[in-house]
């Protein structure tokens, strides 16, 4: 790790105020990527601003939403009575991730904004335009086993890693940011971004800014719904292909549906023309089935990673029926 | 007398580790936790293309950050004698001669180490270390190169009766089977401290299995006296056969540590874990059999192109288990390795037959499915009644027992012989089974034993304890020789000093240092029996078959009554101890008897019909492992070893970018090792008969045997569930879907 | 605690423009004159790595501690190289493996991700500091008894895992053991073992 200065600030106005003083400052929460990519020389801050202290660990409920504090930890959201009854989606794909220990550690904003576990970006002797721009994208004709059937460019293939985050953007979650000078709020389907020509930049989060809360407005997708990861073992392994999926089910027609793919891009990935195929009709398997078929039409493959369109579809079909069941 | 032949033991013990207590409290010493004054850190830096050579390394920079040290590369090394003769070099084992040129081999090859005196000081320095290359054009694409090498001549080309008989089948098969690199990944990083004292001493805390082997090399490597190297590995988080020899990272400590003339520690980072301390070679196979209606096999071919390095030669024996597990009387095996730009493979769990039995009890289950015949039925028509290879009669040969066993344990009469007929909700259902042999050996050993005036009993020999529990199984044979406590004998181990020892490798630590410790304890035996016929009077005309040796005392055989402590013996004597090391090994017996355990596997798989996902459900293992001395060790052992069939067959693959040439997705997140939701109950039963002649104990070994034929029950299992046939290991979600 | 600066002086001249460069001096505004003669005198490696440490006081195993810390110093290393408390594991160093898995504030966690200046103030528990004394934790006897281990390595982090995982209440049936233990790598196989274990425990 390259030396750095480290502050902890106990507000949200100390942290910003240490912040500036480093051009490469960094705030660290679970550190739990952060000292990954710290240790392995792919974050070098000159300033780590420790902002676990921060009074932004609760979870608050009103009528309309469920708001989780940035510094709520994963297994604190995961097992929180309102989380699980009322946002069941969330709990489930929290639990899909990490391991219990990583849990214990990561907070709710530090993994919205960890970043791609792709190969080439962890290994700071190949080439990655998000590690390094200009140096060229190693998976893109390279290992892209797991790399993205959606929204890729030509400089960056990587998916984004979260589970949680696939709830989120199938919840239509929104990010609270604090600036210096203002709150503002940005919706989920426009936290992250897609790589472009500036795959360095995986969110659309000012540098600077803290995140303080994720609000999930009340939704009715706590009935019947689904989170599938599909991985290369077992437990503990970040997907290959995973879903969110909820229906709200009202006299024997679904009258909403939510889709969101993980795995598959450069952010949580929603499937909004399947969702409107399902909204209105009657659920079945073979509408299932149509779902999933629209769902995968505009994926596009890569030398390695043509089965993750086949995986998406079935796994979408899977967890409708599985939401259903 | 020795261990079998006493009356208390029969019944194999279920005990506890005796350093179980050290490790559940974390008192337990790795190499790298020994507290040395003085110590500084080393930390590797490696290269970052597969061939070339280093045109300049600039580390100005690297020096002038805080607290470093030194940075060793070629341009300032300490000039080995012993690496200039290349050809001697490989004879002595030095393996890459680290820091002797500018050449670069493969990605990721040690070039430059950094001390400093604190670790996070030599982690930040070693990335600041620049080196420019020149490169040149690597080759590391196994599976390219071996489509021009299959075809042309092999290293190894063995042929008995005629080779092309199995085009004679009725039915026949004929299939190709690939398996990638597959890693060790002990959770033990590779680590070694060097101290020298003086100029011509030297002590090395390191992770081996192999104390007297590092020793031997180490100091033919630095021209130091044998007995002035101490090499100190009591504990070792896994070895698994990565421990076997020594690796350019403990060269790397021993020479800065002479440099800078203070204790060095260098512990390896789990990216270099997948380049410097070995790994089991790539694979291909191919496989070719026929059959009559009937399922007599008549004829195979085997054929095996592994990989090594472009430095080393290193090969194992991938057709080995074809040449001995089943009748084949006609039989062409063949074997070569190719050189490519990645580091040099070592001997992983089971090496030679883990990657042979894919291959051939995948195409035995080929051959039983085409043959409409089930796969338990076409093996037994195919028992080998000796080994033919050899032409010796087995020293013991259970294996029909396992199918019995086993089969019965699993309930396999309930396999559809048709692929994909079972299904449960949205996961289909298969059952599969595979073999496993490995052979048997006893090798020389040596163990001094040493009894007190209390009564305790220490023994000592430089063997190793990667997992298997060796010091446990020593103990109880102790206790079985002498009926001295177990609490009062204490094996040690892992230590250069103690008395001569084997590698442990090869499943032969028990039969050789076991038998060892039994020829020690009998020694020590017929010393009390002595002193007992000198010294008291009612043992003096006793012949020594008619003494026995319980609870700390000799006694007579027919009367009970008339007994003497082993301490009071030693009081009679008016001495302080018995003290004796001996050397054991084998007689001709090897020369009269195929030597080999035998496993036989059974898995149940569902596979997932949207998502191709397998999980392994049940798993029921039956092993011929001769006698068992410590059984809650031994089922460990052997269901270790099916975790490993189960990491084999469904996850472990090191990828590499051929474009660099360059390992990637080298850390656990990208090479998965299974996780204990990938295993089931593992069901582990022995057969639990002495083999007759190997050694006194009578048991045979089982590190390896647990895992042979494991990962292709689980991928027969597999195409019964699913109709289909994964040739390429592992066996991922995608390949399924 | 060692005295870190013992290890620091031999190290000569390799460090001597390293006020010049320490991370920590650019936050001081203006650079105390005794630091700037010591520079001069090229004695400036014993100020620097002062001025680099990290006053950290944490509860360990019962015992409050005081130390000096480099600020890049993972709890892991801080209990491995520094205190010597090395029951605790290096496997990965990257939160892969679990080896490394301490209590803190009696939730488990992975000391190699996170810095020890983070810990100020709280309470670590590591294998040390399990057993009341020679009376080993119940955990520690049921791993012996199940054989939950062979080479020992990966050992204490999965029992201070296994202890977190009854403490949380996710050890109602094997799969949830399986489960919220799938964080604790273990290459020996031993996860039969480890699961008998922690049922043993649970009930």
């Known amino acids: ?325 | 007398m020795g261990f079998f032949d006493n009356d208390n033991l029969h019944t194999p013990t279920a005990d506890d580790r005796v350093d179980g207590k050290q490790k559940v409290t974390g008192t337990a010493k790795f190499a790298a936790e020994y507290v040395i004054e003085n110590l500084v850190y080393g930390v590797l830096v490696g290269s970052t293309i597969a061939k070339g050579t280093i045109q300049s390394i600039d580390v100005k920079e690297a020096k002038n950050a805080p607290g470093v040290i030194d940075i060793i590369t070629h341009e300032n090394t300490i000039a080995l004698e012993k690496f200039s003769d290349e050809k001697k070099a490989k004879e002595a084992q030095l393996g890459l001669r680290i820091f002797y040129s500018n050449e670069i081999f493969s990605n990721g090859q040690p070039v430059a180490l950094v001390v400093a005196g604190h670790l996070e000081q030599a982690q930040y320095a070693a990335g600041l270390v620049k080196i420019t290359y020149s490169k040149a054009a690597h080759v590391t694409n196994f599976t390219a190169a071996v489509e021009k090498e299959k075809t042309t001549k092999y290293e190894e080309d063995k042929t008995r009766g005629d080779a092309n008989a199995w085009k004679n089948g009725t039915i026949k098969i004929e299939q190709e089977y690939a398996q990638p690199v597959e890693v060790h990944s002990t959770i033990e990083m590779h680590a070694s401290i060097a101290v020298w004292e003086g100029d011509d001493k030297l002590t090395v805390y390191d992770k081996n299995h192999a104390v007297k082997d590092v020793q031997g090399t180490i100091a033919n490597a630095f021209n130091l006296k044998k007995e002035n190297v101490k090499i100190q590995a009591e504990f070792i988080g896994g070895g698994f056969g990565s421990g076997l020899r020594v690796w350019p990272h403990t060269f790397a400590a021993i020479i800065a540590a002479k440099k800078l003339g203070r204790p060095v520690k260098v512990t390896i980072t789990r990216p270099q874990a997948f380049t410097m301390v070995g790994y089991r070679p790539q694979a291909w196979q191919r496989v070719a059999m026929g059959a009559a209606a009937d399922g007599t096999i008549t004829g195979a071919v085997h054929e095996a192109i592994t990989n090594t390095s472009a430095y080393e030669a290193f090969g194992e024996n991938s057709t080995g288990i074809t040449r001995t597990l089943y009748n084949f009387t006609n039989l062409q095996t063949k074997y070569k390795t190719l050189s490519l730009n990645l580091a040099t493979p070592i001997w992983m769990r089971a090496p030679g037959e883990a990657t042979g039995s894919f291959a051939l009890e995948s195409a035995m289950d080929e051959l039983a499915h085409a043959l409409k015949m089930d796969p338990v039925a076409l093996r037994l028509k195919n028992y080998a009644e000796k080994d033919i290879d050899s032409g010796l009669p087995w020293s013991s040969n259970f294996l029909k027992e396992c199918y019995q066993t086993a089969a019965t344990k699993f309930g396999w009469e309930k396999r559809k012989q048709e692929p994909r007929s079972t299904k449960n909700g949205d996961w289909w259902v298969g059952y599969g089974m595979g073999v496993g042999t490995w052979g048997a050996w006893r090798l020389k050993a040596s163990a001094r034993g040493k009894l007190d005036s209390n009564g305790n009993l220490l023994l000592q020999s430089a063997t190793s304890d990667m997992g298997p529990g060796t010091a446990t199984a020593m103990v109880a044979i102790a206790n079985n020789v002498l009926g001295i406590a177990k609490e009062k004998i204490k094996f040690q181990l892992g230590n250069s000093t103690l008395p001569d020892a084997p590698a442990q490798g090869g499943s032969f630590t028990l039969a050789s240092v076991g038998s060892a410790v039994n020829d020690v304890c009998v020694a020590i035996a017929k010393k009390l029996f002595t002193i007992a016929t000198e010294t008291e009077t009612s043992f003096k005309e006793v012949k020594f078959e008619d003494v026995i040796f319980k609870d700390e005392n000799l006694s007579l055989k027919n009367n009970p009554s008339v007994i003497i402590s082993y301490t009071q013996l030693l009081r009679n004597k008016n001495v302080t101890e018995i003290d004796i090391t001996q050397a054991s090994e084998s007689g001709d017996e090897s020369k009269k008897y195929s030597f080999n355990s035998y496993a036989v596997h059974f898995a149940e798989v569902h596979v997932h019909a949207y998502t191709g996902v397998v999980r392994v459900k049940r798993f029921v293992s039956c092993v011929d492992a001769g006698k068992i001395v410590s059984e809650k060790t031994a089922a460990s052992q052997i269901k270790g070893a099916v975790v490993w069939g189960i990491g084999h067959a469904l996850m472990e693959e090191q990828q590499i970018d051929h474009r660099y040439g360059r390992i990637i997705a080298n850390d656990f997140a990208g090479y998965h090792i299974p996780v204990n939701a990938d295993v089931p109950e593992i069901d582990v039963t022995f057969v639990n008969k002495p083999d007759p002649y190997l050694n006194a104990m009578g048991s045979k070994g089982l590190g390896e045997v647990g895992l042979i034929g494991s990962a292709a029950a689980i991928a027969n299992a597999v195409f019964n569930a699913t109709g289909k046939r994964i040739r390429q290991l592992p066996i991922t979600p995608d390949k399924l879907i | ?203």
């Open chain 3, 1 to 203: 605690m060692i005295n870190r600066e013992e290890k620091e002086l031999p190290v000569g001249s390799s460090r001597r423009d390293f006020l010049k460069k320490s991370a920590a001096l650019t936050a001081v505004a203006v650079i105390p004159a005794a630091i700037d003669t010591a520079a001069k005198q090229r004695l400036d490696e014993k100020y620097a790595y002062q001025l680099e440490q990290m006053p950290l006081s944490i509860e360990i195993n019962g015992v409050q501690k005081k130390f000096k810390v480099d600020t890049r110093t993972t709890l892991l290393d801080l209990l491995r190289e520094e205190l010597h408390l090395t029951g605790t594991k290096k496997g990965c160093d990257h939160g892969q493996c679990g080896a490394c898995t301490v209590h803190i504030n009696g939730k488990r966690i992975n000391a190699c991700l996170t810095l020890a200046v983070m810990q100020n103030g709280n309470k670590i528990t590591t294998i040390e500091g399990l057993a009341n004394g020679d009376e080993l934790h119940p955990m520690q006897k049921a791993f012996i008894k199940c054989d939950g281990f062979q080479c020992g390595y990966c050992t204490p982090g999965q029992i201070m895992s296994a202890v977190a995982c009854i403490a949380e209440g996710h050890a109602k049936n094997e799969e949830e053991i399986k489960e919220f233990m799938s964080g604790n790598l273990c290459r020996c196989g031993a996860y039969n073992g480890i699961a008998n274990a922690i049922k043993e425990v649970a009930q």
């Open chain 1, 1 to 325: 790790m390259k030396p750095f200065i480290f502050l902890k600030a106990a507000d949200i106005k100390t942290a910003q105020t240490g912040y500036k003083k480093n051009a490469a400052s960094q705030f660290i929460a679970g550190g739990t990527n952060l000292l990954d990519l710290m240790k392995k020389e792919i974050a070098l801050p000159g300033n780590v601003i420790d902002i676990n202290q921060i009074a932004i660990k609760e979870i608050k409920t009103d009528t309309a939403s469920i708001s989780i504090g940035a510094l709520a930890l994963n297994s604190f959201v995961a097992e929180h009575a309102e989380i699980i009854n009322n946002y069941p989606l969330v709990a489930k794909a929290l639990l899909a991730g990490a391991s219990a220990q990583i849990r214990n550690m990561a907070t709710a904003s530090g993994n919205i904004l960890q970043r791609t576990r792709c190969p080439y970006f962890y290994d700071v002797a190949m080439p990655c335009n998000k590690r390094q721009p200009g140096s060229g994208c190693g998976a893109k004709e390279g290992l892209n086993r797991m790399s993205a059937i959606f929204g890729a460019s030509e400089n960056c293939v990587a998916v984004h890693p979260s589970d949680f985050c696939i709830a989120l953007a199938a919840l239509d979650a929104k990010v609270v940011v604090q600036t210096d000078v203002k709150e503002s709020s940005i919706p989920f389907k426009d936290f992250h971004r897609l790589p472009g020509n500036t795959p360095d930049k995986d969110n659309n989060l000012a540098k600077g800014s803290l995140i303080t809360k994720i609000v999930i407005p009340k939704n009715n997708f706590n009935k019947n719904f689904h989170y599938l990861k599909i991985r290369d073992r077992a437990s503990y392994a970040f997907a290959l292909v995973s879903v969110a999926v909820g229906l709200y089910i009202e006299g024997g027609k679904i009258k909403a549906a939510t889709i969101a793919a993980g795995g598959v891009a450069h952010k949580p990935w929603r499937l909004y023309e399947a969702e409107q195929f399902l909204t209105g009709k009657t659920p079945s398997e073979e509408i299932f089935k149509q779902a999933a078929a629209i769902a995968i039409k505009n994926a596009k493959p890569l030398q390695h990673n043509g089965f993750k369109i086949k995986m998406l579809q079935n796994g979408i079909e899977l967890a409708l029926k599985n939401a259903m069941a």
